[in-house]
Structure formats: structure tokens, C-alpha cells
């Protein structure tokens, strides 16, 4: 029979601190608050009283309720206070001298049965058990923030940690109402493991100026559905916390990807800490607000002007991409000839805009009569040659160099002087697609995201030849047909995959390491980070086979040893395991 815990106490009483004592007053249990002085006594209250107020603004709590909850509450300077409770965790600083002094102190305070938890997002949990004389009653207890709104709760035992107080931990975290995954000690833990590899290669991309902090942050929210950007997550977390999390994983790991990029030191020097200083990667109103101000990197909001006229376009290729992109430049009214291999593959793109368009009406999301004036749109035929008038060809053929040089290498002999040519490749070097003609400068990348009749973002690529003109152009174009732009070099991976995936390749190292199952992962970032779809989820919807090929350029375009593709996935390919198409990859399908 699991254990009965009526009263807790917390130490620490910074916004985590407040919040883990708000989830505990909420589930009707007495707590014991300790801060290290009357000050930050006061500030712990005021959270605690803030983040009521709201919940009673929203029609969450009554006025009756929020009272009730804060008198649970008993707030404290002291830790002997501690001296009746049944549980205890600490919130304190990441910190290890410091939370093995607190450690040590409540195990001279509290009676012997109590379980002392950290709060630690990243510390040895058996380094700060070691300092008691109950390392079999120490366990982590890491709530994600803030904590009364995150349902994660990441429950941490040592090798020593006995079995019955993890047993009863994770019915305590059940009956607070919080999702569990329960995981060895190492660094990071899930959560973080895989965040903080993510968030340091975006401030590396950063620092290198490869792409402005907006078009980062744009890309991973508009590419994949993420709640925030990682520089504007960063200032949310705090880049001294994001540095401190970062060295102590490096530490235990020696993977250079969780090496703190330089930047995080110098902006920490700097007083540049996030929101809590009102600076960080961005600017905001005030110390602590949420709301970001216009600043020097701040890009110009007035329309481009200088771009070529661009009234037709062409689309080679007969795919789900290309179809899409053909319906999308339609529905802005541009004028679209595709080219596709065959006249059954000619009718099928049609066919296919025409079930799309058809659907949008019955949704009430297009007008019947804006749906015919797209169809008056489209036209396509089998032979490259009758895009010889386009003013820009957008190429969507198979992810293979070679075909795409051939292709490019037509396209400049076909295309009239002035059409610019584009690659909406997701991996492959543009510039070798612009080397494959006698017009470098008016070749660039536009990289739509599938399905593109519904994602918002185009990676727009220019390489070191392409003309500033010819991305102005591209640039406008993709306002026109109500997409949003972000801007970065040719590189493997550009923005989104650059930065997505290494994070999935972590996430497949870690099962492979037995550290933890798949259906934990996957929940830890959904649950815990805030991600539509879980890693794990996202691979096998991908495709194994797609996602290793682009871990396979990554890792040849970077030499970084953490990009080099984890053997698990290699395996499964050889298997055939490739994902929902195939029926089975990390997961089986019906």
C-alpha cells in the first residue's frame, strides 16, 4: 500500500518554488514554505498570490478558493519548520554545494521516514543523496515550469533510491493530477537531454549569424508546430540557467553538442540574462515582462521593393509538393503551368487540386467562385519547353542530386533570360543546382513544408552567387501567395532540419541506451515541452528512411560527431522498419 502524504514542505520559493507550492495547497495538503530571508519570503508569496489572482480572473478559482489555498500555506525563514512534514522538496538554485547543504541539514531536521526530493533539472540526484544519512529516501522530483499549468513530472531514483519510496512518489505525482515518466539519474534527464542539445545549436546559429533570432524562431513555430521559438525560450528559461544546465550535461557527457556556445557567457557577463533583466536575445517593456519591444536587430517592417515582376510560374514535378505548391501560387492568383512525366501524371496533379479545392469549399474555407478562378489558374502538360515564358520555375522532382542537375541544366537552356530558378529542396546544396547552369545568381532555394496548401513558412535559400535581386524577388513572391519568408544560407538542413534533426537522433541515442522508452520520451516532450508530436511520433511519420538520409547529410556537410546518425536507426532501415508507410518503424501500425 502506497504511502499517504498530508503534509509537505518546499524550499525555495523562487517562481518554480512558488509554483510546486501552489500544486500542493490546490490538492488540499498544508505546506511548509522556507525561503533564506523575510525578502524572499515576501517575493515567494506574491507569486503565489499572483498566480491565484489570475486563476480567479479566469474563472479557475473563486475568491473563497484562492483565500482557502494560500492559508494552507505557512511561510517561513527557517528549516527546522521542516521538522513534521512527510515529504520535502527543495527548489533552490541548480546549485550542487548548495542543495547537498540543504540536504544535509534536513536530515538532521526531519524524522527519518520523510522523503527528502529534489527539484534539480539537471543535477546528480546521487551526488545530493549521498549527502544525507537516508540516500534510500532521496529521489527527483522535477516539475516543469510553471509548474500548477505543466502536467510532467519527471521522477529521478539513484541507484540506491529504495524501490517503495519511488512507488509512492509516483502515486503522489498521480494524485496531484501530473503525468509521471519515472528514469535513471543522468544528466538532463528526457526533458532536458533533448532540449538543451536543441536550444544550444539554435544560439549556435545564432551567434554565427547564419539567420536572424525572428527567422529562427519563426521557423521552428511555423515548420513544426512548436509553442515557442528557442532564443525566445531561452530568454523565457534564462540563459544563466540555460549555461549552468548545459556545462553540468557536458560534464557528465563530454558531447560537444551540450558544450555552452560562447555567446551564453558573453551575454551572461553582460547582464543580458532574458526576461528576468529585460534583455536577452530579445528586448522587452520591462525586467520580467513578456511583452518583446522593437531594438537595433528589430528587422525593418517596411515592405521590399526592388524585385523582378513575377505574373507566371512554372512547377516541375507531380508529387504531394509540387501538387500543393501548384495550388497555393493558383489561389494567389498567378497564373501556373506544371510540367509532369506522362499524361496520367498531368491529369493526377489536376485531379488532385481539384479534390483539395473542392474540400476547402465544403469546409466553408474558399468560395466556389474563388475555387473556379484558381482551377482558371492551372494548366500542364509533359514538355519542359512550355515553361519557356514563366517568370520563375519552382522544381519539386525526387530528393537526388544528380536528377536535379539534369533538371537545372534544362531549365537554363528552356527558360526565357531574367526567370528565376528555384529548388524546393529540403537537404541537398542549392549551389550545386545553380553550378548546373550558365545563370548562378538567378538560381535560389524555396523550400516549402508538406503539406504546403497548409504550412505557413518557405525557407527561402540564396547561395553565395545568388543575386540580392533575385531574393527580393523570391521574398515578395512568397508574401503574394500569403506565406511567411525566413532567410538563411546554403548549408545541409537550412533552418528547420538543421535543428530538428539532431534533436530526433538524440532522442533515438537515448532509447538506445535503454535510458528510457519510447513512449516516455514522446511524453516528456509532449507533456513537458509543449510539442505537438513526440519524437518517436514524428520519425515514423516521416520516415526512417528520409530521416537518416538527412542525419546522413548533416553529419557529412557539419563532421560533428553528435550528428553522425544513431546505429538503432540505421538498423531499422536495413529492416525495412521505415515508418507508418511501411507499417512498422519505432512503433507498429494497424
Same mark, same amino acid.
Given at each position: 500500500?502506497?504511502?499517504?502524504?498530508?503534509?509537505?514542505? +518546499? =524550499?525555495?520559493?523562487?517562481?518554480?518554488? @512558488?509554483? #510546486?507550492?501552489?500544486?500542493? &495547497?490546490?490538492? /488540499?495538503?498544508?505546506? %511548509?514554505?522556507?525561503?533564506?530571508?523575510?525578502?524572499?519570503?515576501?517575493?515567494?508569496?506574491?507569486?503565489?498570490?499572483?498566480?491565484?489572482?489570475?486563476?480567479?480572473?479566469?474563472?479557475?478559482?473563486?475568491?473563497?478558493?484562492?483565500?482557502?489555498?494560500?492559508?494552507?500555506?505557512?511561510?517561513?525563514?527557517?528549516?527546522?519548520?521542516?521538522?513534521?512534514?512527510?515529504?520535502?522538496?527543495?527548489?533552490?538554485?541548480?546549485?550542487?554545494?548548495?542543495?547537498?547543504?540543504?540536504?544535509?541539514?534536513?536530515?538532521?531536521?526531519?524524522?527519518?521516514?520523510?522523503?527528502?526530493?529534489?527539484?534539480?533539472?539537471?543535477?546528480?540526484?546521487?551526488?545530493?543523496?549521498?549527502?544525507?544519512?537516508?540516500?534510500?529516501?532521496?529521489?527527483?522530483?522535477?516539475?516543469?515550469?510553471?509548474?500548477?499549468?505543466?502536467?510532467?513530472?519527471?521522477?529521478?531514483?539513484? +541507484? =540506491?533510491?529504495?524501490?517503495?519510496?519511488? @512507488?509512492? #512518489?509516483?502515486?503522489?505525482? &498521480?494524485?496531484? /493530477?501530473?503525468?509521471? %515518466?519515472?528514469?535513471?539519474?543522468?544528466?538532463?534527464?528526457?526533458?532536458?537531454?533533448?532540449?538543451?542539445?536543441?536550444?544550444?545549436?539554435?544560439?549556435?546559429?545564432?551567434?554565427?549569424?547564419?539567420?536572424?533570432?525572428?527567422?529562427?524562431?519563426?521557423?521552428?513555430?511555423?515548420?513544426?508546430?512548436?509553442?515557442?521559438?528557442?532564443?525566445?525560450?531561452?530568454?523565457?528559461?534564462?540563459?544563466?540557467?540555460?549555461?549552468?544546465?548545459?556545462?553540468?550535461?557536458?560534464?557528465?557527457?563530454?558531447?560537444?553538442?551540450?558544450?555552452?556556445?560562447?555567446?551564453?557567457?558573453?551575454?551572461?557577463?553582460?547582464?543580458?540574462?532574458?526576461?528576468?533583466?529585460?534583455?536577452?536575445?530579445?528586448?522587452?517593456?520591462?525586467?520580467?515582462?513578456?511583452?518583446?519591444?522593437?531594438?537595433?536587430?528589430?528587422?525593418?517592417?517596411?515592405?521590399?521593393?526592388?524585385?523582378?515582376?513575377?505574373?507566371?510560374?512554372?512547377?516541375?514535378?507531380?508529387?504531394?509538393?509540387?501538387?500543393?505548391?501548384?495550388?497555393?501560387?493558383?489561389?494567389?492568383?498567378?497564373?501556373?503551368?506544371?510540367?509532369?512525366?506522362?499524361?496520367?501524371?498531368?491529369?493526377?496533379?489536376?485531379?488532385?487540386?481539384?479534390?483539395?479545392?473542392?474540400?476547402?469549399?465544403?469546409?466553408?474555407?474558399?468560395?466556389?467562385?474563388?475555387?473556379?478562378?484558381?482551377?482558371?489558374?492551372?494548366?500542364?502538360?509533359?514538355?519542359?519547353?512550355?515553361?519557356?515564358?514563366?517568370?520563375?520555375?519552382?522544381?519539386?522532382?525526387?530528393?537526388?542530386?544528380?536528377?536535379?542537375?539534369?533538371?537545372?541544366?534544362?531549365?537554363?537552356?528552356?527558360?526565357?533570360?531574367?526567370?528565376?530558378?528555384?529548388?524546393?529542396?529540403?537537404?541537398?546544396?542549392?549551389?550545386?543546382?545553380?553550378?548546373?547552369?550558365?545563370?548562378?545568381?538567378?538560381?535560389?532555394?524555396?523550400?516549402?513544408?508538406?503539406?504546403?496548401?497548409?504550412?505557413?513558412?518557405?525557407?527561402?535559400?540564396?547561395?553565395?552567387?545568388?543575386?540580392?535581386?533575385?531574393?527580393?524577388?523570391?521574398?515578395?513572391?512568397?508574401?503574394?501567395?500569403?506565406?511567411?519568408?525566413?532567410?538563411?544560407?546554403?548549408?545541409?538542413?537550412?533552418?528547420?532540419?538543421?535543428?530538428?534533426?539532431?534533436?530526433?537522433?538524440?532522442?533515438?541515442?537515448?532509447?538506445?541506451?535503454?535510458?528510457?522508452?519510447?513512449?516516455?520520451?514522446?511524453?516528456?516532450?509532449?507533456?513537458?515541452?509543449?510539442?505537438?508530436?513526440?519524437?518517436?511520433?514524428?520519425?515514423?511519420?516521416?520516415?526512417?528512411?528520409?530521416?537518416?538520409?538527412?542525419?546522413?547529410?548533416?553529419?557529412?556537410?557539419?563532421?560533428?560527431?553528435?550528428?553522425?546518425?544513431?546505429?538503432?536507426?540505421?538498423?531499422?532501415?536495413?529492416?525495412?522498419?521505415?515508418?507508418?508507410?511501411?507499417?512498422?518503424?519505432?512503433?507498429?501500425?494497424?
Amino acid at each position: 500500500m502506497t504511502r499517504e502524504f498530508k503534509r509537505v514542505g +518546499v =524550499v525555495g520559493l523562487g517562481t518554480m518554488g @512558488a509554483g #510546486i507550492v501552489e500544486v500542493f &495547497a490546490r490538492q /488540499g495538503l498544508q505546506v %511548509v514554505a522556507v525561503d533564506r530571508d523575510e525578502e524572499a519570503v515576501t517575493r515567494g508569496r506574491g507569486h503565489l498570490q499572483t498566480s491565484t489572482g489570475r486563476a480567479v480572473a479566469r474563472g479557475k478559482l473563486t475568491e473563497q478558493d484562492a483565500a482557502t489555498l494560500v492559508d494552507r500555506v505557512s511561510f517561513n525563514t527557517e528549516l527546522k519548520a521542516m521538522a513534521d512534514v512527510d515529504l520535502v522538496v527543495e527548489a533552490v538554485p541548480e546549485n550542487l554545494d548548495l542543495k547537498r547543504s540543504i540536504f544535509a541539514a534536513l536530515d538532521e531536521i526531519c524524522p527519518p521516514e520523510t522523503i527528502l526530493a529534489t527539484n534539480t533539472s539537471s543535477l546528480s540526484v546521487t551526488e545530493i543523496a549521498v549527502a544525507t544519512g537516508r540516500p534510500g529516501k532521496v529521489v527527483g522530483l522535477h516539475f516543469f515550469n510553471p509548474a500548477p499549468v505543466m502536467k510532467l513530472v519527471e521522477i529521478v531514483r539513484s +541507484v =540506491v533510491t529504495e524501490p517503495d519510496v519511488v @512507488a509512492d #512518489i509516483e502515486a503522489f505525482a &498521480a494524485a496531484l /493530477g501530473k503525468t509521471d %515518466v519515472t528514469i535513471g539519474d543522468r544528466a538532463g534527464f528526457i526533458a532536458n537531454a533533448l532540449l538543451f542539445g536543441y536550444l544550444n545549436h539554435a544560439a549556435a546559429m545564432y551567434e554565427s549569424h547564419y539567420a536572424s533570432r525572428e527567422d529562427i524562431d519563426a521557423s521552428m513555430k511555423l515548420g513544426c508546430g512548436l509553442p515557442m521559438g528557442p532564443l525566445a525560450l531561452l530568454d523565457l528559461i534564462g540563459l544563466d540557467t540555460a549555461y549552468e544546465i548545459l556545462d553540468t550535461m557536458y560534464k557528465q557527457s563530454r558531447d560537444r553538442l551540450h558544450a555552452p556556445t560562447p555567446i551564453f557567457k558573453q551575454m551572461i557577463t553582460a547582464g543580458l540574462l532574458g526576461r528576468k533583466t529585460g534583455r536577452g536575445f530579445y528586448s522587452y517593456e520591462k525586467a520580467d515582462s513578456p511583452v518583446v519591444i522593437a531594438d537595433p536587430q528589430t528587422p525593418s517592417s517596411e515592405p521590399l521593393s526592388g524585385g523582378r515582376t513575377v505574373d507566371s510560374v512554372g512547377v516541375v514535378g507531380s508529387g504531394t509538393m509540387a501538387t500543393g505548391i501548384v495550388e497555393v501560387l493558383a489561389k494567389a492568383g498567378l497564373d501556373v503551368h506544371y510540367v509532369a512525366r506522362g499524361a496520367d501524371k498531368v491529369a493526377r496533379v489536376r485531379n488532385a487540386v481539384e479534390r483539395s479545392t473542392a474540400k476547402a469549399v465544403e469546409r466553408g474555407k474558399m468560395s466556389p467562385a474563388d475555387r473556379d478562378g484558381a482551377l482558371s489558374h492551372i494548366s500542364g502538360s509533359s514538355e519542359l519547353a512550355d515553361l519557356a515564358q514563366v517568370d520563375l520555375v519552382v522544381e519539386a522532382v525526387v530528393e537526388d542530386l544528380s536528377v536535379k542537375r539534369l533538371l537545372f541544366a534544362e531549365l537554363d537552356a528552356v527558360c526565357k533570360p531574367g526567370a528565376v530558378l528555384a529548388t524546393t529542396t529540403s537537404s541537398l546544396p542549392v549551389i550545386e543546382c545553380a553550378a548546373a547552369t550558365s545563370r548562378p545568381g538567378e538560381v535560389i532555394g524555396m523550400h516549402f513544408f508538406n503539406p504546403a496548401a497548409v504550412m505557413k513558412l518557405v525557407e527561402v535559400v540564396s547561395t553565395v552567387a545568388t543575386e540580392a535581386e533575385v531574393e527580393t524577388t523570391v521574398l515578395q513572391l512568397t508574401a503574394r501567395i500569403g506565406k511567411h519568408a525566413v532567410r538563411c544560407g546554403d548549408r545541409a538542413g537550412f533552418i528547420v532540419n538543421a535543428l530538428l534533426f539532431p534533436y530526433l537522433n538524440d532522442a533515438v541515442r537515448m532509447l538506445e541506451a535503454h535510458y528510457a522508452t519510447s513512449e516516455d520520451i514522446d511524453s516528456a516532450m509532449k507533456v513537458g515541452c509543449g510539442y505537438p508530436m513526440g519524437p518517436f511520433e514524428l520519425l515514423d511519420v516521416v520516415g526512417l528512411d528520409v530521416s537518416l538520409a538527412i542525419q546522413r547529410v548533416l553529419y557529412l556537410e557539419f563532421r560533428e560527431p553528435g550528428f553522425a546518425p544513431a546505429p538503432l536507426l540505421e538498423h531499422l532501415v536495413t529492416a525495412g522498419r521505415l515508418g507508418r508507410k511501411t507499417g512498422k518503424g519505432f512503433r507498429e501500425y494497424a
